[in-house]
């Protein structure tokens, strides 16, 4: 499985962004998808993940500002972020879980004070 992560970019504190990562087949077998950051020098850390079964989860950090969605028929899983701070700035990547654990090549999101 390939995933391709599309739609970062800088922008001001305050406003947002939708991130997508499209894969190369179907999603519907994706037990588990999810959208990862990386900031420098920080760990990398779960913003927020959803099931085949639509239940989502996030991270305390980004609950109510950001939210996750997929489009089974586009084979896509986005990230709507609304209301960024400079603490969101990372390198984003998208992950679908099988029987095995794929990545994507990341999207730079830049928040500006």
């Known amino acids: 499985v390939q995933l391709q992560a599309s739609g970062g970019g800088l922008v001001q504190a305050g406003g947002s962004l939708r991130l997508s990562c499209v894969a190369s087949e179907s999603i519907l077998t994706m037990k588990f998808m999810g959208w990862y950051r990386q900031a420098p020098g920080k760990q990398r850390e779960l913003v927020a993940g959803?099931?085949?079964?639509?239940?989502?989860n996030y991270a305390v950090s980004v609950k109510g500002r950001f939210t996750i969605s997929r489009d089974n028929a586009k084979n896509t899983l986005y990230l709507e972020m609304n209301s960024l701070k400079p603490e969101d700035t990372a390198v984003y990547l998208c992950?679908?879980?099988?029987?095995?654990?794929?990545w994507g090549q990341g999207t730079q999101v830049t928040v500006s004070s």
């Open positions: 959803i099931t085949s079964f639509g239940d989502t």
């Open positions: 992950n679908a879980v099988t029987g095995r654990w794929y």
